[in-house]
Each structure stands twice: as structure tokens, then as C-alpha cells.
């Protein structure tokens, strides 16, 4: 099957120089089919010919819109003419330094790697423990904050040296000896009695553990960028867990996106799209998605083992007024407001913080919406901005709950992993 | 952050958490007033008494034309039409012309101003008047000829990804002056840089040193104005009520990250009324507005950064850049760098004389320049259309100027051969301007580092050399 117009029609030219009696009826129908789909000039000039074919062009039009679309799969071959490597002195290509020949660091290894798949062996091969090691610390360092090997990026000599060294091979030879499952490395830790403890801190064992290193608690940890939409979203009921397809382009403030290099234009997605999680946001190198930016997302330059976890005000202002948050807290209220009026504040918490809140959070949430809502029963203009749409309660009432969904989404618990 | 400033953090966490009921107040209050706040955004103390507090960085992207507006090149009109002998060109490495392309003489006229006789093409009309304020460096050189690595090397030096760049530097060396605006900020006009955020990013410096992308038009800071409907009022007791949540939390489970959460809740605030003030330019007189060019279509976007830059400097922000794109004249060269001079020319002549009058120029780095420069010879892209000649990228010799913050004013360093090709005399490296900027900035270059990656690194790589000539 030829998937390219670019490959078809050079596949088409080439069948043409073939002659008639030695085409196969494949190559036949590949020359058909270029000629149904290009029409030459003296056939453009022939109406009842030329309608004819449009009609026929259309219904393989929809014929193809139902194919499932192909992908693309790239293979590897060894070049025999491949081009000699030299090290490159400072740097500069046009300064060739010694020959250099596929291989790996002596330290590494003494076995010969002469090419791809003898890496690879070597990669997964059980005399190496490194990718094991590496690739469950980087699991570990999600899901506890930092790495076994704090320097995720870096087991070297220049590295630091592992907190638990001994949890770190069991953690390796689990996930070699379950077959590279990462779905297994995750059930094993989310299932842990070291995952599910409580994150509070403890005097005694601060005292005797100020760095947390024999994991006696859990850590609080703010949530990547990307799961900062998807909070938000999951808590409000408008995410769309789609997984895969081509990237989305949620609201951004404009003028953002005019700064990419090529001028290029953010033509905003409809529909579900616009609720999609935050990995789908198509990712602009020179023009990023500021909220990806505001919460630390990597620029997509070089690669990132571990990501910083900042604090910043143009964090609050992100979540306090970017119109994708304050639409999920509208979206949030609605969800509240259809419980019973002296259920909602619970709810709210529930859907937010996936706990019931304590009795004095519960009183000056309640403190809050109250104010609130006297506040838009005054001002019954700013009550409509809040919540446009008639909903069935008073507006200043469902204003109220707009304004209370927006202080839940504001807490630090709300982008924060507990 | 060096493992002193991690256990100094560390200890005082500790000592936080036994205090105990009170520890949010107690900690909230010091993050709040800044008394003795691990806050790595504190002003710091130089290496050594510095001349200048501020950067503003005139990012001219794309790589202007030198010998088009600073340094006239009257041997080329012998060479025009014509190629270079091989032997002249025979190490020229360009990215699109071929070194036998014909030479371009440039069709500028060029004239000596101010009592340093300083040089200026008749596209600089507003610039040439404060040219001894200027210190004009006409022997640039860089590593690259394409933009990205151009742009990395300047901003970054190296041409590799991944390294903070010099706004960022200058905020881990020194710290943030400005209470409520960021100590970086960054504005753009005209087209795209194909840089983009790598030009203002942290690199491996934590996120906080990145640079913030302001805008003149609509909120000056994304995401400033509250939803609609959300008064100022209303915004308060919204705060107000996340607090109090919040500080339920700390007192629960002792992070004080929820201290720091609660503090950048609280600036984000004062941002909201500083960002507004900083595009207000009501109090600004007529004369002032008129001298930038503030209500004239051409210099509009561009006067209005430039009058933001004052602005900011004046409240403290630490390194302002200013980016315009572009300068790329592969193409169109007279017509297009026209647009560029008569866009920028005025606003930036008129910055200079406003620093000076208010008293900020001497406190205050102000640097004009590219990525790199162009060739003396010329590109044709389309040989249908001769008027529509233009340059190609010249990493090997090319025009910058500084100004301000005890830069030497009213001189000219180094020279270019009679075509413009090498430079001759006093060669100033990316590197070295990099050195240059901290210097004057009470930085020693070679002690500004970070450890990344099992080493120290810093701006100028492994080189760089401060240069004397541009001293005051």
C-alpha cells in the first residue's frame, strides 16, 4: 500500500516506462488510480467527463476518510557506505580530531558493541544493572519527589551516590525479572506501605531523619504542569480522558503565540478538545504554552530526567485568573450546586481535595459563601459575570459557589500530591 | 543553590516546625516583611563595588546590517558587482551565499556626529544625536552563523541548548530589587525570534531566575486582570479565604512550601496593582511621550517598550530585554532595514536622553546588538528582482554598542578591514562582552557559577576577557 501522494506519483512515473504487456495488474491499478486522482488537462476540458469524475472523486473522497489512517514505522538498516566519525575538537565539526569507532566506555564494559543491536543486547543484557537501576529511579523519584539516586540524570563518579542502596537493586531486579513492566513497578509501589503513608512531618523523626531518607513519611509534592490542568479540569467534570491523537491547542491569553518564530497562529480547539490533559498541548518551542511554563514544564530543548518545582506568583495569577481555570470553577460550582445546600461544602471538598474538611475549614468556607453571596445580591452585574447562565438557584447564590470553587482551586492542596 | 544555602534552609525549616502552634504566623510573617527569608530572590552583594545596577538589553534579532548603519565600508564600492579574490575568502564559512558571491557596496550615506565624530548611516537620524553616550564596538565576533546557535551563544554562551541565560545570571548573581514586578522581564516586537523562550529561559537554573514575558498591549503580565466581574474587593477576600485554608494546611502538616505558596499569593497581589501602573503612562509628560514616539503608528509598540524599560529600571528590575525581530535582510535590505531603523531609531535614542536627564544612565547597562552581523557581499534570491538584494549572516566581524553603567561613552573600539570582512584591530568575543556586562555589574565572570552536571559552570563558558578599552 502506498500511503504518499510524493511516493505515488514517483512509484506511477516509474510503472510508465514499463512496458504495457509486463505491468502486474498491481502496478496496472496504481497507474489507474494516479490518473483518476490527477486529472490531466484534456480531460478538465471535457464537462460530462469532468462531472463524472468529480462525482467519483467524492465518494473515494468519503471511501478514504473511512480508511483507519496509516502510521509510519521506521526501520533501521546498516549503511554499508557509512561515513567515518571523528571526534569533533572544541566542539567545531570542522575541526576533525581523532577516528572514532562504535563502541562504549571502557568503564562501562570490555565487551565489544559494534553496533545497534549489540547495544541494545548489552542494554538489557543481565550484565549490565545500570538501566534497571536508572529507569526504577526515575519511577521512584515520581513518586517520592527525588530519586534513590538523587542525580537521576547522573550515576557517574560526578553523581550522588544512592540513599538505599539495597532498595534500589530489589527495585531493579523487580522490574528486569517482571519483564520491564513499568505497569508492575507502579502497582508494586502505589501499593506499598512506604507510598501510602501520611506526608505530615513528625518532630521525633525530623529530628533523626531531617532528609526523609528512610522514607518514614510520605512528601508533599506539587503536581507537574500538565496535571495542574488536569486537576482542575477532573475536579470541575469537563476533562476528556481521549487518549491519543493529534496535539490540542486550549485558550491562551493572545499575542502569545504570535511571538513563535514563523508568526504562527493559535487557532483554539472546539469542542472536547479544549478539555483534553495537558500533555495533548501542542508544545511550541519558541512560544510554549505559558501555563506549562509557569509550572516548571521543560522547554523541550534538551531532555529533562527531573523537573524543578518553583513557587511563584505568576503561579497564583496562572490559576487565579487564566480563563481555563476560572471556566473549571464555574463548571466545579454547577457540580456543587446540585447537592443539597447543606451538603455542598463537603462535596466541594470532596471533588477537590478528595477529603471532608475539617470544622474549621468547614466554617470559614461556609463564612466565605455567605459573604459572597450578600455581596451579589447587591451586585447582581457581577453575579451574572460569574455565572452567566440561569441554573436554577438564585444567581447570587450559584455567583457564591463560583466564587467558593475558585478559593478551593486556589489552596495549595488543590496542585499539590498529598 | 550551593549545599550552605540548602542546610541554612534545612536548619530554619526545623526550627520552624518545633516552634510549634504559632509556626505559620511566625513564618509567614518573616516571609512577608523579608526578614531573614531563605528568599533566593534577596539582593545580593557583588564580587566588588559595581557601576551598574540594571541591564537593559536591546536584542536586535536576526543580525543588523553594520556596514549599513555604523560602519561604512567606502572600499567595497571598487569591489561592487564584483567577486572577492579566492585568497581573501578562502576560511569564510556562510550559511545560504556561496564566499565567490559579488560584493555589495552599501548605498548608505554615512556622516561623523557628536565631538566624538562618531560614525552613523543616514537611517540613524535619532541615534547619531546621542552618539557620545555611546560606546560603539565595531569588532564583534561570534562562533556561529545561524540564529538559534547565534542567539544561544550571546544569550547563553554556548551554542548548545540547556544553559540559563545571561538575564538569568545577572538575577542569581545580584538578586531582585523590585518588590512586586519580576526581576526579569522580557518584551517583544515585530516578528517572532527564532530563539523564542530558549533567549530568557533559566537553563539549569532553578525556574525562579527565568525571564517573564511582559507585554504592551493588554495585561502587561498574562494573566493579571481578575475574571470579569471579579473586582479588586472581591479579590481580596478571595485571598483572604485561600489563606486561611492554606495556613490550615501548614499548621497540619508542617510544609512550609504552603508558607511560600501563601507569600506568592500575596506578591501576586501587589503585581496586580504594579503591572497596571507600569503601562500607565498618564503621569508621563507630553514632552516625554512625544520624545519616544508613544502616540506615532511607526514607533508606537516599540516607544512603548522602551518607556517600560525606564519604567522598570526606575522601580528596579534588574535586566530588561527587549527583543525585535527582525534583522534578517537576506532579502529587501534597503527597504527592510528602513522599517527596522524608523521602528527603533527614535525610542531608543530617546531611552538614552531619558535615562541621562533622570539621572538612571549611570547606573544603567544599555546594549545594542544581534546575533551577528552581515556580509559584505550580496544575496540574490530571486535574480528577477535586482532591487531586492540583500546579506547574508557574518559571524566574523560586526557592530555592537553599549552605553551607560560605566561604560566608556563617546568612543569607538576596534576596526574592520576596508571591506568589513575581519576585523583588524581589538577583537571583542561573545565572551567577552558577556565578561564585559557582569564586570560592570561587580561581577568577576569567572566566579559566577553554578554546579550542574557534576561541574561549575558560567556565562563565559571557559573564556572570555573583560575589556579594558570599554571601561569608563
Not at chain 1, 312 to 327: I, R
Not at chain 2, 22 to 51: Q, R, S, V, Y
Request: contains cysteine; positive net charge; proline residues 6%.
Amino acid at each position: 500500500m502506498i500511503t504518499s501522494f510524493k511516493a505515488m506519483v514517483d512509484n506511477a512515473v516509474k510503472l510508465l516506462f514499463i512496458d504495457e504487456s509486463k505491468r502486474t495488474p498491481e502496478q496496472r491499478e496504481i497507474m489507474t488510480n494516479h490518473w483518476v486522482r490527477n486529472l490531466g488537462p484534456d480531460v478538465a476540458k471535457d464537462k460530462p467527463l469532468n462531472d463524472r469524475l468529480k462525482e467519483l472523486r467524492e465518494k473515494l473522497a468519503k471511501l478514504d476518510a473511512g480508511f483507519t489512517p496509516l502510521t509510519h514505522a521506521m526501520t533501521v538498516t546498516v549503511d554499508p557506505k557509512a561515513p567515518q566519525a571523528y571526534i569533533a575538537l572544541g566542539g567545531d565539526y570542522r575541526s576533525k580530531g581523532a577516528e572514532v569507532t562504535p563502541g562504549l566506555p571502557a568503564a562501562l564494559t570490555s565487551a565489544p558493541v559494534k553496533d545497534r543491536l549489540a547495544f541494545a543486547r548489552w542494554l538489557c543484557g543481565p550484565e549490565n544493572p545500570l538501566t534497571a537501576r536508572v529507569v526504577v529511579n526515575r519511577i521512584w523519584q515520581e513518586f517520592f519527589g527525588r530519586g534513590i539516586v538523587r542525580t537521576s540524570d547522573d550515576f557517574g563518579t560526578q553523581g550522588e551516590k544512592p540513599t538505599n542502596p539495597d532498595l534500589l537493586d530489589w527495585l531493579a531486579s523487580e522490574f528486569r525479572d517482571g519483564g520491564w513492566s513499568r505497569k508492575h513497578m507502579h502497582r508494586l509501589i502505589v501499593t506499598s506501605a512506604a507510598y501510602r503513608q501520611s506526608s505530615a512531618t513528625r518532630k521525633e523523626l525530623s529530628e533523626r531523619d531531617p532528609e526523609n531518607t528512610l522514607i518514614s513519611r510520605q512528601t508533599r509534592l506539587r503536581l507537574p504542569a500538565e496535571l495542574i490542568r488536569d486537576v482542575a479540569l477532573s475536579a470541575s467534570g469537563l476533562l476528556s480522558t481521549t487518549i491519543g491523537g493529534p496535539s490540542v491547542r486550549p485558550p491562551q491569553p493572545a499575542g502569545v503565540a504570535e511571538l513563535r518564530y514563523g508568526n504562527g497562529k493559535w487557532v483554539e480547539s472546539t469542542g472536547a478538545d479544549r478539555y483534553r490533559r495537558g500533555l495533548y498541548i501542542q508544545f511550541q518551542r519558541t512560544a510554549p504554552y505559558p501555563q506549562l511554563m509557569n509550572f516548571d514544564a521543560p522547554d523541550s530543548n534538551v531532555a529533562c530526567t527531573r523537573r524543578s518545582r518553583s513557587n511563584t506568583p505568576l503561579q497564583a495569577l496562572n490559576l487565579l485568573n487564566d480563563p481555563v481555570f476560572f471556566e473549571s470553577a464555574q463548571a466545579l460550582a454547577l457540580r456543587i450546586l446540585r447537592n443539597e445546600a447543606n451538603s455542598r461544602i463537603d462535596q466541594a471538598f470532596r471533588l477537590c481535595l478528595a477529603r471532608d474538611p475539617n470544622s474549621r475549614e468547614r466554617e470559614r468556607l461556609a463564612k466565605y459563601v455567605d459573604e459572597q453571596e450578600t455581596y451579589f445580591e447587591t451586585n447582581p452585574k457581577s453575579a451574572k459575570a460569574l455565572m452567566p447562565m440561569s441554573v436554577g438557584t438564585k444567581p447570587a447564590e450559584a455567583a457564591a459557589w463560583v466564587a467558593a470553587s475558585r478559593v478551593l482551586m486556589n489552596t495549595d492542596e488543590f496542585i499539590v500530591r498529598e | 543553590m550551593n549545599p550552605l544555602e540548602l542546610a541554612r534552609i534545612a536548619s530554619r525549616r526545623s526550627f520552624l516546625k518545633n516552634v510549634g502552634g504559632g509556626l505559620g504566623m511566625i513564618a509567614l510573617a518573616d516571609l512577608l516583611h523579608g526578614a531573614e527569608a531563605p528568599n533566593p530572590l534577596a539582593p545580593k552583594k557583588p564580587h566588588f563595588a559595581p557601576k551598574a545596577k540594571n541591564v537593559i538589553f536591546l536584542f536586535m534579532e536576526g543580525g543588523p546590517s553594520q556596514m549599513d548603519l555604523y560602519d561604512p565600508k567606502p572600499g567595497l564600492q571598487k569591489w561592487h558587482g564584483k567577486p572577492l579574490p579566492p585568497e581573501m575568502t578562502k576560511d569564510l564559512k556562510l550559511a545560504f551565499i556561496k564566499p565567490t558571491a559579488a560584493v555589495l557596496a552599501s548605498p548608505r550615506e554615512f556622516r561623523q556626529f557628536g565631538q566624538s565624530g562618531m560614525f552613523f548611516s543616514d537611517y540613524l537620524p535619532h541615534m547619531s544625536k546621542v552618539a557620545d553616550d555611546l560606546c560603539m564596538v565595531r569588532s564583534m565576533h561570534t562562533d556561529a552563523f545561524n540564529h538559534h546557535p547565534g542567539q544561544l551563544l550571546l544569550f547563553t554562551g554556548s551554542m548548545q541548548f540547556g544553559r540559563p541565560t545571561m538575564g538569568a545570571w545577572v538575577v542569581y548573581g545580584l538578586g531582585s530589587e523590585s518588590k512586586n514586578l519580576p526581576a526579569f522581564a522580557v518584551l517583544a516586537s515585530g516578528a517572532g525570534t527564532s530563539g523564542g523562550a530558549s533567549n530568557f529561559s533559566n537553563g539549569f537554573l532553578p525556574s525562579m531566575y527565568q525571564g517573564t514575558l511582559l507585554r504592551s498591549t493588554g495585561d502587561p503580565i498574562l494573566y493579571l486582570s481578575n475574571p470579569e466581574g471579579v473586582s479588586r474587593d472581591q479579590q481580596r477576600a478571595a485571598l483572604d479565604a485561600v489563606r486561611d485554608l492554606n495556613q490550615e494546611r501548614l499548621a497540619e502538616t508542617g510544609d512550609m512550601e504552603i508558607a511560600s505558596r501563601i507569600a506568592s499569593y500575596e506578591l501576586a497581589f501587589r503585581m496586580q496593582m504594579a503591572g497596571p501602573e507600569l503601562a500607565d503612562f498618564s503621569k508621563e509628560s507630553p514632552a516625554t511621550l512625544e520624545m519616544y514616539g508613544v502616540n506615532n503608528e511607526t514607533t508606537k509598540q516599540y516607544a512603548t517598550n522602551c518607556l517600560m524599560a525606564r519604567r522598570m529600571v526606575e522601580i528596579g528590575v534588574r535586566y530588561v530585554m527587549l527583543m525585535h525581530a527582525s534583522w534578517d535582510q537576506h532579502t529587501n535590505l534597503n527597504k527592510a532595514l528602513k522599517k527596522n531603523c524608523d521602528i527603533t531609531d527614535q525610542p531608543i535614542a530617546a531611552l538614552i536622553k531619558d535615562l541621562k536627564q533622570r539621572g538612571l544612565l549611570d547606573s544603567t547597562l544599555v546594549v545594542w546588538g544581534g546575533e551577528f552581523g552581515r556580509t559584505p557581499m550580496v544575496e540574490i534570491r530571486n535574480t528577477a528582482d535586482p532591487d531586492g538584494a540583500g546579506r547574508d549572516h557574518h559571524p566574523n566581524a560586526y557592530t555592537m554598542w553599549l552605553a551607560g553603567g560605566g561604560i566608556k561613552p563617546g568612543v569607538t573600539i576596534g576596526s574592520t578591514d576596508e571591506l568589513g570582512f575581519k576585523i583588524v584591530e581589538d577583537p571583542v568575543h561573545v565572551h567577552d562582552l558577556q565578561a564585559t556586562i557582569l564586570n560592570r555589574l561587580g561581577m568577576d565572570h569567572t566566579k559566577l557559577t553554578y554546579r550542574h552536571m557534576g561541574r561549575e559552570f558560567r556565562l563565559t563558558d571557559i573564556s572570555g576577557t573583560v575589556v579594558d578599552k570599554m571601561l569608563a
